[in-house]
């Protein structure tokens, strides 16, 4: 058996194997190597795993078979419970079930809680573990010009010392806009689907990936085409049919449709439930392969010494593996253009987004010889398209309240498709911007979509401007109140600081709600603009007195949803941050990130309010005038009615961090032994602790440590929690000091930080 890493395709020269006749699983001793990878989801190899004896296995063994029956116990949960369709006969996933229960016995490192044996009927759910890629995955390096995309061509001709004279075969292919899948099979079974994450570690969302039906769950073709380990890489994206069908699902159901098929396919395959995934028709095509080991019974002279991309096409049609229909063979530059011009012009055309075309060195060997830079091979490029643009009439110029008073002007267009979605509205950001661009109401205008994604107006096709075409007048007054309206010296936007605005209460309880806020799933703009119109709602803090059978009268609310909403508002009140909720007050110039920083170094929202501005700008990236929009909003009564009434609500979190304070001392919180035994160290988390990981981070990063992000000859301390992995044997090859839980919260003891009896 041999394998051979290389970068994003890989295939291996393998060894001289003994062929040998296939005289079935009968022929290997029952728990070895050999018998586990002959096993097959049959009626028959279920029986064998029921009267077999996991205690006579070695750990690896057994860590290998739970791998393979457990790939085959997921897809037949999938099958009954998701698709209803079952694939197998009671019998058998009662023994395969048996059998995982059995090794999970012997053998309690393979018991986990995302663990077939833990799911109960349809109950189904995801944790999104962090795993390791067997071999990492590469990013694309993009160009944005023809001039750039030759300049890379010249690089890899003289690289290569290509003869000019001489073709060079490449291969383009659409660059599809979805999400980088790599799916892992061992003996031809779907064992793992992770996500691309850092390209080293991926998240786990197998049990989404055996929803989507394009990706098989086991290889096909002959038993001696099947590799015993192989990892596809490949892109998740959504049709332009599916996604127009899941938009009107959407809007029939009352929620916001997605932006863009991007959209769509990401928040469908990271979805907790994968029966949802499963309703949402997502696509898959391969276009790249990790690690690709062959056993002795393949032939060799085969698959094996694949040289170029098409063979490795052929392979995966082979096996079942859809690959896209457009790509295409050049052994030219000018090939590469003609590619680029015709999906340049057709990219509306085809069944899914793209966003550019991927040009690729075809030859196998060559690749190797062009390697590769610490993120990106050399030996391929993404030339990446400019947004499309369409002309459309601008019929008139609206202005919107924000939830901070800033009133923004809106092109309200003639619907335009553009990059696949239709386009009425785009902002115009601010009055300077109308002006720099000289658009009229009544223009023929350009309109694009930013990265294929925000509607943006470019500017004015003046040739068709009409004679009537109107200037846009800002208006002076709030559209919403009737308020006068002001703009701060050096501000590019007007606003309305009236707090009692409707516009403004509605966008900054849409806000409070919102991802950006305390992320209350199910309670969208669209409740909340019923709840504010009807008067029932006037403030944040409203919200959590609702009652369920107050909002039986809104549209398209019943009586399971109602105690649904009021309930996801319940849960919000009692396990919402202090992070979360500084971000949610929409205090102007204070994001997700400030409002963390914040709450690492105040208790609760009493601490912040009575800080001042000196205190507030001694903290990092806090100036002058995000410390006085921090005074002013504290100072407002208003807002602290407003406070008032989340504190008598339950809503009142507290920083579970005690704060080491900058240079110049601890004004307003306690400080951290300067000197403790975690300042300045290299702490890395691995296995499961009792704190949850998150919570156990951020106190080590209130002692002083430094997070690090691998085991290396510079970190200083290593945690352990239960099942710590490879981590651990690592950190002690390398002598790295190793702490259990109990040694950690010594040290966070002896850095002035303790902890509540409950943790």
């Known amino acids: 058996m041999s394998t051979n890493e290389q970068l994003a395709w890989d295939f291996d020269d393998g060894d001289v194997a003994e062929v040998r006749p296939d005289t079935g699983i009968a022929r290997f001793a029952p728990g070895s190597e050999q018998w586990i990878a002959a096993l097959q989801p049959t009626d028959d190899d279920a029986i064998r795993l029921d009267r077999f004896d996991v205690n006579t296995m070695t750990a690896e063994a057994a860590a290998r078979l739970w791998a393979r029956v457990a790939a085959w116990v997921e897809s037949d949960q999938i099958a009954y419970y998701i698709d209803d369709s079952p694939v197998s006969s009671d019998a058998a996933y009662d023994a395969r079930m048996r059998c995982l229960e059995r090794l999970e016995a012997a053998?309690?490192?393979?018991?986990?809680?995302?663990?077939?044996?833990?799911?109960?009927?349809?109950?189904?759910?995801?944790?999104?573990?962090?795993?390791?890629?067997?071999?990492?995955?590469?990013?694309?390096?993009?160009?944005?010009?023809?001039?750039?995309?030759?300049?890379?061509?010249?690089?890899?001709?003289?690289?290569?010392?290509?003869?000019?004279?001489?073709?060079?075969?490449?291969?383009?292919?659409?660059?599809?806009?979805?999400?980088?899948?790599?799916?892992?099979?061992?003996?031809?079974?779907?064992?793992?689907?992770?996500?691309?994450?850092?390209?080293?570690?991926?998240?786990?969302?197998?049990?989404?990936?055996?929803?989507?039906?394009?990706?098989p769950a086991n290889l096909g073709g002959p038993k001696e085409d099947v590799p015993d380990f192989v990892e596809i890489r490949g892109e998740v994206f959504m049709r332009w049919d599916d996604f127009h069908t899941l938009n009107n699902e959407q809007e029939d159901a009352g929620r916001a449709p997605f932006a863009n098929p991007r959209n769509a396919a990401a928040g469908s395959l990271r979805q907790k439930d994968p029966r949802i995934t499963a309703t949402r028709r997502l696509s898959f095509y391969a276009h790249g392969l990790g690690q690709l080991t062959w056993g002795p019974d393949h032939p060799r002279g085969t698959h094996d010494v694949v040289a170029d991309q098409s063979q490795a096409y052929d392979l995966y049609t082979k096996w079942g593996v859809p690959v896209s229909p457009h790509n295409r063979a050049v052994t030219s530059f000018?090939?590469?253009?003609?590619?680029?011009?015709?999906?340049?012009?057709?990219?509306?055309?085809?069944?899914?987004?793209?966003?550019?075309?991927?040009?690729?060195?075809?030859?196998?060997?060559?690749?190797?010889?062009?390697?590769?830079?610490?993120?990106?091979?050399?030996?391929?490029?993404?030339?990446?398209?400019?947004?499309?643009?369409?002309?459309?009439?601008?019929?008139?110029?609206?202005?919107?309240?924000?939830?901070?008073?800033?009133?923004?002007?809106?092109?309200?267009?003639?619907?335009?498709?553009?990059?696949?979605?239709?386009?009425?509205?785009?902002?115009?950001?601010?009055?300077?911007?109308?002006?720099?661009?000289?658009?009229?109401?009544?223009?023929?205008?350009?309109?694009?979509?930013?990265?294929?994604?925000?509607?943006?107006?470019?500017?004015?096709?003046?040739?068709?401007?009409?004679?009537?075409?109107?200037?846009?007048?800002?208006?002076?007054?709030?559209?919403?109140?009737?308020?006068?309206?002001?703009?701060?010296?050096?501000?590019?936007?007007?606003?309305?600081?009236?707090?009692?605005?409707?516009?403004?209460?509605?966008?900054?309880?849409?806000?409070?709600?919102?991802?950006?806020?305390?992320?209350?799933?199910?309670?969208?703009?669209?409740?909340?603009?019923?709840?504010?119109?009807?008067?029932?709602?006037?403030?944040?803090?409203?919200?959590f007195t609702l009652k369920a059978e107050e909002l039986l009268g809104f549209e398209r609310m019943g009586e399971v949803l109602a105690q649904k909403f009021v309930?996801?508002?319940?849960?919000?009140?009692?396990?919402?941050?202090?992070?979360?909720?500084?971000?949610?007050?929409?205090?102007?110039?204070?994001?997700?990130?400030?409002?963390?920083?914040?709450?690492?170094?105040?208790?609760?929202?009493?601490?912040?309010?009575?800080?001042?501005?000196?205190?507030?700008?001694?903290?990092?990236?806090?100036?002058?005038?995000?410390?006085?929009?921090?005074?002013?909003?504290?100072e407002s009564p208003a807002n602290r009615a407003q406070l008032a009434r989340f504190r008598e609500l339950g809503l009142w979190p507290q920083s579970p961090l005690v704060p080491f304070a900058p240079s110049g001392g601890a004004e307003n919180g306690v400080e951290a032994a300067q000197d403790g035994p975690l300042r300045g160290k290299n702490v890395l988390f691995t296995g499961s602790l009792s704190l949850p990981r998150g919570r156990a981070q951020r106190l080590a990063e209130a002692a002083g440590a430094v997070l690090?992000?691998?085991?290396?000859?510079?970190?200083?301390?290593?945690?352990?929690?239960?099942?710590?992995?490879?981590?651990?044997?690592?950190?002690?090859?390398?002598?790295?000091?190793?702490?259990?839980?109990?040694?950690?919260?010594?040290?966070?003891?002896?850095?002035?930080?303790?902890?509540?009896?409950?943790?």
């Open 567 to 634: 309930d996801a508002l319940d849960e919000a009140r009692h396990t919402a941050t202090l992070p979360r909720l500084i971000s949610a007050l929409g205090i102007r110039h204070v994001g997700e990130q400030t409002a963390r920083l914040l709450a690492g170094q105040f208790r609760d929202l009493d601490e912040l309010g009575r800080a001042d501005g000196e205190s507030l700008q001694a903290l990092p990236d806090v100036g002058p005038e995000v410390a006085a929009s921090i005074r002013n909003f504290f």
């Open 708 to 759: 690090a992000g691998s085991v290396n000859k510079k970190l200083d301390y290593l945690v352990v929690g239960d099942k710590p992995g490879g981590k651990l044997d690592k950190a002690q090859a390398l002598g790295v000091a190793v702490l259990d839980e109990a040694g950690f919260r010594a040290l966070l003891a002896a850095s002035g930080i303790t902890l509540d009896a409950s943790e």
């Open 107 to 215: 053998f309690p490192s393979l018991d986990n809680p995302q663990s077939p044996t833990h799911r109960v009927g349809g109950s189904f759910s995801n944790d999104f573990a962090s795993v390791r890629h067997p071999s990492r995955m590469m990013s694309l390096d993009d160009v944005f010009a023809i001039e750039e995309l030759k300049d890379w061509y010249d690089s890899v001709i003289r690289d290569l010392d290509w003869p000019e004279s001489k073709p060079l075969p490449m291969s383009c292919e659409v660059k599809i806009d979805g999400l980088a899948l790599n799916l892992i099979y061992r003996n031809g079974v779907l064992e793992q689907g992770l996500t691309r994450g850092d390209g080293v570690t991926g998240e786990d969302i197998t049990l989404n990936v055996r929803t989507i039906g394009s990706i």
């Open 334 to 543: 000018q090939e590469i253009l003609d590619m680029i011009e015709y999906y340049g012009e057709h990219r509306g055309d085809i069944e899914h987004a793209l966003d550019g075309i991927v040009v690729k060195v075809d030859d196998l060997g060559l690749q190797r010889t062009l390697g590769a830079t610490s993120r990106a091979p050399r030996w391929a490029i993404a030339f990446k398209f400019p947004p499309e643009e369409k002309t459309t009439l601008l019929r008139d110029i609206t202005v919107q309240v924000g939830r901070t008073g800033a009133l923004t002007p809106v092109a309200e267009l003639v619907p335009v498709v553009v990059a696949g979605s239709t386009v009425a509205r785009a902002t115009l950001h601010n009055l300077d911007e109308v002006h720099r661009k000289d658009v009229r109401v009544g223009d023929t205008v350009m309109v694009q979509r930013a990265g294929d994604v925000i509607p943006e107006v470019v500017g004015p096709v003046l040739a068709k401007r009409p004679p009537e075409a109107v200037e846009f007048v800002f208006p002076h007054t709030c559209p919403a109140c009737g308020e006068t309206v002001h703009r701060e010296p050096g501000e590019a936007a007007w606003r309305c600081d009236n707090l009692s605005c409707p516009a403004v209460r509605l966008r900054a309880i849409s806000h409070f709600v919102s991802k950006a806020g305390l992320d209350i799933q199910g309670v969208g703009q669209k409740w909340i603009a019923q709840l504010v119109n009807s008067g029932r709602v006037q403030s944040p803090a409203d919200l």
